[in-house]
């Protein structure tokens, strides 16, 4: 909650403060015009698939997206939506380095709730990659275009 509240501050900020000076200088780069075309049309989808491949550092991007057509409504959610894959996949990595300090330190009890993070971890983070035909690396896995 903390970054999506961070991220809209951000947004409001760029929707108020030098956007003019901003939107004059962008006018000459057809890739910033072709974003903004795309998000008049389906502004909630572009900005998650933004905020989940790390393009550009989220400040910059939280910047650029205010200087875009779209709602707020549909900036936070999208925002949000598109944080959790990478604090969960985080949330995951950190629990995991922990698992391998209590190896190699002898294990302890680990809780139900340790448990239930661990697999929602690794399902969340996992399965995606599963299910979209891509080697992790955004490679397909799919022989279709080896002939």
Known sequence: MGSTAGATAAFLLGKMVGRSYVVS?????????????????????????LRLAPLLPFNILNYLLSLTP???????????????????????????????????????????AHWILLTVGFVSTDFPCFFSGSDGFGRSSSKQGIK
């Open 70 to 112: 779209i709602s707020i409504g549909e900036y936070i959610l999208a925002t949000w939506l598109g944080m959790v894959p990478i604090t969960l996949a985080l949330v995951y990595v950190g629990t995991t380095i922990k698992d391998l300090s209590d190896v190699t330190h002898g294990w302890k009890d680990i809780s139900l």
């Open 25 to 49: 200088k962008l006018k000459n780069y057809p890739k910033f015009e072709a974003v903004a075309i795309a998000i008049r049309r389906s502004g909630f989808k572009i900005t998650v698939l």
